[in-house]
């Protein structure tokens, strides 16, 4: 079930992938629409990450394209911006919290100049929406995981963009942090910002986002909610693990999930 | 016994600047945990010096200067293509690279021998006790005062600018290069700039205090520094402070015990590393019993 759709933000054509000849994805063919809060869903290993490195650039893909805004990457990368997981970058290194967020406003900075009293207005109000006003000097070997989630968040805020892709943002944090990305997330998609979110929990995913992308090294599903979460898309992208499975039917049930209802 | 005449300034100034020099680049290599790519790439650039020397003929030549820098970003690339496209862990592919680059540096040096001046005690040793009496002499005849004096002065100038220009990208490039590419920061320009700037300090103090000592001063110093504080304009100014100290105290320790200034700087700037693990150990036991509740509660 690929539903595609007319003027895209986001279009990837027959992206194929692979490290050391073993293909990571495979002929992966989907577009999506504007505005909308869209999760990324698969298992351990089916390419979500290579996913969002293919369409940022990071890996070179072996065959196929991704168009953005219709567009090539470089000609968007000031309307594109990236949340890296967590534990790509090495916290201990010596910068304060307000040093970070203002790295987002280096993109459309450009060369030689340094980020002035504007650039540090955008990044406080940045730290304000993810709730992290009272850390602005606090230096980042200090915060916690969750704190260095949003830190990232608010990095990836200050570089105003249109779409946001973001691998595992609510990977290890807190019940309470999980609810303020998402409330935040809502609200950037409401305001007409594209989200694009790796997850890997699908318990919370059904009541999270509105598009889903189904991934299992080939593309199972790509569409609107009500039409892509079925039993059926939800076990041909997990496979066999019928113990999950049963406890994906459950959920269903008890929840009286109602895809009309939204 | 204690002198401070014109020869021990010329020296602790060059010996600063040198220190200052390779503090600044040291510190992002060592943010990027590059800082043995520092050490591949000072024993790298040997063959380059060597080939640079027969064609121009002479140990001071822009040629020389010109091969080094070549030769610094190729055993960059070549410890970059071994580790992403070969699969070799970083620190094997340093090893490989260097060794293999300093071996033909070598073999150059030892077949042409009869047409190099080049000595591998210099190249690895240096000698800055020379330097007063090396002058850089006008074709008038005037002297100007130490040569190497003034390519510390245009190596220090030069990585000054360097990091001037660049010091938003090398600190975004060093923390996230990812997030840098993302955003269109041209990552491996910048990356490649930090080499050649290594490469070409290398080579500019080599006479003066040999490839040993400028790998100490693009090491220790910052690494020292991280030990105190976790700001990056503390953390270099404090590198600056520690080159300096280790100039000062390496010069007079030397003269006093009559030995190596390069060697026993490297000493001094060994002993304030194990003196700063010391006292930053003992300062965060102090710290250990109120510190921790107050973190716990503001998390």
């Known amino acids: 079930m690929i539903k595609q759709v007319t003027q895209p933000i986001l279009e990837i054509h027959d992206l194929t992938v692979s490290y050391d000849q073993s293909p990571v994805l495979w002929n992966v063919d989907f577009s999506l629409p504007a505005g909308k809060l869209i999760g990324i869903l698969g298992p351990n290993g089916a390419g979500k990450s290579t996913l969002i490195k293919a369409i940022m650039g990071l890996i070179e893909p072996n065959s196929g394209y991704v168009k953005i805004f219709d567009q090539d990457l470089d000609k968007v990368r000031n309307k594109i911006s990236y949340v890296p997981q967590r534990e790509s970058v090495d916290w201990n290194f010596p910068a304060s919290v307000l040093d970070v967020v203002l790295m987002g406003t280096y993109g459309k900075l450009g060369l030689f100049k340094r980020p002035g009293k504007k650039e540090r207005e955008l990044a406080l109000s940045c730290l304000e929406k993810v709730g992290m006003t009272a850390y602005v000097h606090r230096q980042i070997s200090e915060l916690s995981g969750g704190q260095q989630q949003r830190v990232f968040i608010a990095r990836a805020l200050a570089q105003e963009a249109d779409l946001y892709l973001m691998d595992e943002p609510f990977a290890g944090v807190d019940m309470n942090t999980e609810t303020a990305i998402f409330n935040l997330l809502q609200e950037m998609s409401q305001s007409g910002k594209t989200v694009i979110v790796v997850h890997h929990d699908i318990y919370s995913a059904v009541n999270y986002f509105d598009w889903f992308i189904m991934l299992n090294l080939h593309l199972v599903a790509s569409g609107p909610k009500n039409e892509v979460v079925t039993e059926e898309l939800l076990r041909k992208t997990y496979g066999g693990k019928l113990n999950l499975l049963s406890k994906v039917s459950e959920l269903i049930r008890q929840k009286e999930f109602n895809p009309l209802k939204d | ?299």
């Open chain 2, 1 to 299: 016994m204690m002198t401070f005449d014109q020869n021990a300034f010329l020296i602790i100034f060059t010996a600063s600047l040198i220190a200052i020099s390779c503090g600044l680049l040291g510190v992002f290599m060592m943010l990027r945990k590059m800082a043995m790519t520092g050490d591949a790439i000072s024993h790298a650039v040997l063959p380059g010096i060597v080939i640079g020397f027969l064609v121009s003929g002479t140990q001071r030549g822009l040629e020389v200067i010109v091969g080094a820098g070549i030769l610094g970003i190729l055993a960059t690339l070549m410890i970059d293509w071994l580790r992403k496209k070969a699969r070799v862990q970083l620190d094997a592919s340093i090893g490989i690279t260097f060794t293999l680059l300093f071996a033909i540096g070598i073999i150059l040096i030892s077949a042409f021998a009869y047409r190099v001046d080049l000595d591998q005690e210099c190249v690895l040793y240096g000698e800055i006790a020379y330097l007063p009496i090396d002058l850089w002499i006008t074709d008038a005849g005037k002297s100007l005062g130490p040569r190497i004096m003034w390519l510390a002065i245009l190596n220090l100038i030069l990585v000054l600018s360097f990091i001037t220009l660049f010091y938003k990208e090398l600190k975004l490039t060093s923390f996230d290069e990812k997030f840098g590419v993302v955003i269109g920061i041209p990552a491996s320009a910048i990356n490649l700039g930090l080499m050649s700037m290594v490469s070409y300090t290398t080579v500019s103090s080599f006479e003066a205090v040999g490839a040993i000592l400028v790998v100490a001063l693009l090491v220790v110093p910052p690494a020292t520094a991280f030990l105190w504080t976790r700001q990056l304009r503390q953390l270099i100014q404090l590198t600056l402070i520690i080159g300096i100290a280790v100039s000062l105290l390496g010069y007079y320790l030397a003269y006093l015990l009559d030995s190596s200034i390069a060697g026993m700087m490297v000493t001094v700037a060994g002993i304030i590393f194990f003196v700063s693990v010391g006292l930053t150990r003992y300062r965060s036991k102090i710290k250990f019993g109120t510190q921790n509740e107050a973190k716990a509660f503001s998390s």
